[in-house]
């Protein structure tokens, strides 16, 4: 059986990285940073988010899908609107978190 868990998680993770890829394009032409690092850091999370959703059939992958969270958080930093997406981001991770563990309790439930 599919988790529904993964698969909410996952979709979160995979929105979240092409928001993440974007943010190179606003770090580097508005936020005047260098063409290394605004790729290294908009691309790097977007990889890393992407990586992380197909690694989720591992419970310590959800601990790294929070990491990641904190990370777009951080960018608020250097990037002010990502306090608004980090936030909304983390709310959505944090829900398909929790609502798809929940699922998967009752599934195991009627099942067993």
Known sequence: MRSPRRAMCASVLGLEAIVLGLTSIVLISIENASLGVGLGIGLGLAAAAL??????????????????????????????????????????????????????????????
């Open 51 to 112: 990586l992380i959703a197909g690694s989720l059939r591992f419970e310590p992958s959800y601990y790294a899908g929070f990491a990641i969270q904190v990370a777009a958080l951080a960018l608020a930093a250097v990037m002010p609107v990502m306090i608004i997406l980090g936030l909304v981001f983390g709310a959505l991770w944090t829900s398909a978190y929790l609502l798809g563990k929940k699922i998967e309790r009752e599934q195991a439930l009627h099942q067993g």
